[in-house]
């Protein structure tokens, strides 16, 4: 059903309100006001001189509808344009005019429906009603809206009940005009014991879920895309459309995930502390949300691969295709009955065109039997016209055994149609039940190939686990080998260092050694020189004896190595046996390598050796 015709059906009711005469016809005037209120609601550019031009000729009477169509089409519905206005506000403007002439609630205040409730009522039977005019719903549309809100209070319909109803209405069997299906609804009948707040919740249900195509709505866990943390949202799913408010009223929406046939959905194994997971994908981003329970998820996943299976087929409403699907039920279930009824119709035809052939045959045996008791009696009397009536009744006769022969040809004809038809009507009656035998197999296949793609679902979601634990391993053996790596760099450095230090150490012993070798050449040059230095201060010490002995007058010169100055010898020989004792103790108690090196410290760095302080004395003395 598109558009046009679900406006039409609404403007028929507003039409058939301003008829106060019920004779068809509604005043210009009113039709302004209609037209008016409709271009306003349907935000389409107001035309006012159009209804005049198009009705120039009619100012003198009223307009019929079949006259208002032609303006309707033309100035209103052709230029509507879907998603332009809201619907709802289209129907309520509809419903305030026929509702103030045919809706007529209990007075006392016992209604099962409020006024609201029952503008939802009004549209759930425009949607559901035959598209023939006056709208009717028929019994099975009947017994289906009641089923879906006795479903949503979870109250089961008794539809043995309603089917006494439906047969006691005057228009019960064809189907029940909107005022009546409000009365029935108004009388508790079938709603009986409901509080009238569970029934507006049931009513609000079922309107959401056909007339505004929300497939399933309900509270979800969502993951956030930036901040990654998890909110509580109301989902309401269409087909086209996943919407998220705050809260159930739909006040603040959060965002919306647009459906088309690319997306899919998937389970996802619990994590990060929730359960029941799964995800949307679409072609720019994969949604993860949580149910509350695992019956939860699969409502939603099935819903939303409903909602993906109606965008891949091109169809915009799910109720709008069942509706189809059920009138199509309907009509071949007509067109079965209608064809059985045809033939039990043409096999009664049958049956007494044969009866009244054979009441024919037995009239013709009854007027030859009354002709055979005629001949005998005047078979003297009248010899001649006897025997010219024997001709004329052989004559009659052989046609009638012609008739009788034709007739048995024609019944005979008539015997093997009739099994032809009854053999046909077997063969129709073998083809439904394979055809139902088809459909369940197909059905079955259908729910094997969805337990194989969970399935899938779930191996893949393994997989994908197995594959991060595979990468979380990776990721500590590389960050391991970079320790190690590390590690072995600083002890690499730490060898360095020392292989540095040692070096080092080498290079202080090499000097250590060169030190010692020099400090011993120093050590063996000042023994030279001091074995050089005793050896001068004996020769010294003898030439001081020798010139420190008194001359006196008369004395002889004595040689110089024979003698010396007598009154100075003792002193001499002490200094000179001090020198020796000094010597002998410093060559066997000392180190001479490192007396000498002591003695170049304390001395400056002078490697030669010191002279005693009276060798000064003993050199500058000779030359007085």
């Not at 206005?85 to 205040?109: H, M, S």
């Not at 046909?424 to 197909?442: D, K, N, S, T, Y």
């Amino acid at each position: 059903m598109d558009l046009r015709a679900e406006l039409l059906k609404s403007i028929w009711y507003a039409f058939t309100a301003l008829d106060v005469e019920k004779s068809g016809k509604v005043s210009k005037s009113q039709l302004k006001v209609l037209s008016h209120n409709l271009y306003t609601v349907l935000r389409i550019p107001h035309d006012p001189v159009a209804l005049e031009e198009h009705f120039r000729d009619d100012d003198d009477g009223p307009v019929s509808s079949q006259g208002y169509m032609p303006y309707l089409n033309k100035y209103i519905l052709d230029k509507v344009e879907e998603g332009a206005f809201v619907k709802e506000n289209f129907d309520e403007l509809c419903w305030t005019l026929t509702a103030k002439k045919n809706y007529k609630p209990d007075r006392n205040g016992n209604s099962v429906v409020s006024h609201q409730d029952a503008f939802k009522l009004w549209c759930l039977f425009n949607f559901l009603s035959e598209d023939k005019y006056p709208l009717v719903m028929v019994p099975d549309e009947v017994e289906y809206l009641l089923k879906k809100i006795c479903a949503a209070m979870n109250v089961e319909l008794n539809s043995c009940e309603l089917d006494d109803y439906l047969s006691q209405e005057p228009q019960g069997q064809g189907g029940l005009t909107v005022w009546q299906f409000l009365d029935m609804v108004n009388s508790g009948r079938f709603l009986r014991g409901i509080e009238q707040e569970a029934v507006s919740m049931a009513v609000e249900e079922v309107y959401q879920e056909v007339i505004e195509d929300v497939l399933k709505q309900g509270y979800l866990w969502k993951k956030g895309q930036l901040r990654r943390n998890w909110s509580e949202r109301w989902f309401t799913l269409k087909p086209s459309v996943l919407s998220y408010y705050m809260s159930e009223e739909r006040k603040e929406k959060k965002g919306s995930i647009a459906l088309d046939k690319h997306c899919c959905v998937e389970v996802l194994p619990d994590r990060d502390g929730k359960r029941c997971m799964f995800c949307v994908k679409t072609s720019s981003r994969t949604y993860e949300m949580s149910a509350s329970d695992t019956r939860q998820r699969q409502e939603w996943t099935l819903a939303i691969q409903t909602a993906i299976r109606l965008q891949a087929e091109g169809k915009k409403s799910l109720h709008k295709d069942l509706k189809q699907k059920r009138r199509e039920q309907r009509e071949q279930r007509e067109q079965r009955k209608a064809a059985k009824e045809e033939e039990t119709q043409r096999l009664k035809q049958l049956q007494e065109e044969k009866e009244r052939k054979l009441q024919e045959l037995e009239l013709l045996k009854e007027a030859q039997r009354q002709a055979e008791l005629l001949l005998q009696e005047e078979e003297q009397r009248r010899r001649q016209q006897h025997e010219q009536m024997q001709r004329m009744l052989e004559i009659q006769l052989r046609e009638a055994e012609q008739a009788r022969a034709s007739m048995q040809a024609e019944m005979v004809l008539k015997e093997a149609e009739a099994e032809r038809q009854r053999k046909r009507i077997v063969e129709l009656e073998e083809m439904q039940g394979r055809l139902q035998e088809a459909l369940q197999q197909e059905v079955k296949a259908r729910q094997d190939e969805e337990s194989v793609r969970y399935a899938q679902a779930r191996l893949l979601a393994e997989e994908e686990e197995k594959l991060k634990q595979l990468m979380k391993l990776k990721e500590e053996q590389e960050e391991y080998i970079i320790k190690t790596q590390m590690e072995k760099q600083v002890l690499k450095q730490e060898m360095e260092n020392k292989n540095k230090c040692l070096e080092e150490a080498q290079k202080q012993l090499e000097e250590v050694r060169v030190n010692r070798q020099r400090a011993d050449q120093d050590v063996m040059a000042a023994q030279r020189k001091l074995r050089q230095a005793s050896t001068n201060v004996k020769h010294w010490n003898v030439q001081m004896n020798r010139l420190m002995h008194p001359i006196e007058p008369g004395d002889k010169r004595t040689n110089v190595s024979g003698g010396g100055f007598v009154g100075y010898q003792p002193l001499l020989f002490r200094r000179d046996s001090s020198l020796k004792l000094k010597q002998k103790v410093e060559d066997k108690g000392s180190d001479p390598a490192r007396d000498e090196i002591k003695e170049n410290v304390s001395n400056g760095g002078n490697s030669s050796p010191s002279q005693p302080p009276h060798a000064d004395i003993m050199t500058t003395e000779p030359s007085n």
